[in-house]
């Protein structure tokens, strides 16, 4: 799924949201962790409303799962933890191709740090040399991916086609991600 760009969004590793929130509120004279869910969960739902899924994103998650394999969605988010995600997901109508959420808010670091590669792995309950992570941020997805040991695929939607990149496949539409997972399943098989 394709987030709603914000400017706000902290960088580095470490995840901001609960400062970012507690300070606002605390301008207003709030405080509390109910009054940030209640933020979070607000604005998470806005940003739910505001997204739409890359185009073949959604024919990736049917075949990944119709073979049987694992599907685990990691994201730096600012608003929505993983079981806000899900509830994305169900509100979207396919709740059924997801198998788990890693976000970088439950997580409390942010992509590229190990920690969020190393949650995904438990949620895919498999070895990182079974794992395919597909992401389409070099610095953020395929090299600390690749680091860990997963076969990876570069996917450039949103900037130029990536004539130096780590991964093992680089693609520029989730169709051709698609016929890349098909051909190494098939191989495999072999």
Same mark, same amino acid.
Request: hydrophobic residues 45%.
């Given at each position: &799924?394709?987030?709603?760009?914000? @400017?706000? $969004?902290? %960088? #580095? /590793?470490? *995840?901001? %949201?609960?400062?970012?929130?507690?300070?606002? $509120? !605390?301008? +207003?004279g709030l405080?509390? /962790? @109910? !009054? *940030?869910? %209640?933020?979070?969960?607000? &604005?998470?739902?806005?940003?739910? @409303? @505001?997204?739409?899924?890359? %185009? #073949? !994103?959604? =024919?990736?998650l049917r075949l990944t799962h119709e073979s049987g394999l694992r599907n685990v969605i990691v994201s730096n988010t600012f608003w929505t933890d993983a079981g806000g995600t899900a509830r994305n997901f169900e509100r979207l109508g396919v709740p059924e191709l997801v198998d788990g959420f890693v976000t970088s808010l439950d997580v409390g670091f942010r992509k590229p740090n190990a920690a969020m590669f190393d949650a995904a792995l438990a949620l895919a309950e498999c070895d990182q040399t079974e794992c395919v992570f597909i992401g389409n941020v070099e610095e $953020? =997805? +395929? +090299?600390?991916? !690749?680091?860990?040991? &997963?076969?990876?695929?570069?996917?450039? +939607? /949103?900037?130029?086609?990536?004539?130096?990149s780590r991964a093992d496949a680089v693609v520029t539409s989730l169709g051709q991600a698609a016929d890349v997972l098909r051909s190494w399943t098939s191989s495999a098989s072999d």
């Open positions: &799924m394709k987030a709603v760009p914000s @400017e706000s $969004l902290p %960088t #580095g /590793e470490a *995840q901001r %949201t609960a400062e970012v929130v507690n300070a606002s $509120l !605390a301008r +207003i405080d509390g /962790e @109910e !009054a *940030q869910a %209640t933020v979070r969960r607000a &604005m998470g739902l806005l940003t739910v @409303e @505001e997204s739409s899924f890359f %185009t #073949g !994103a959604l =024919d990736l $953020l =997805d +395929i +090299i600390p991916a !690749a680091e860990r040991g &997963m076969r990876t695929v570069r996917v450039c +939607i /949103e900037e130029p086609f990536a004539e130096h």
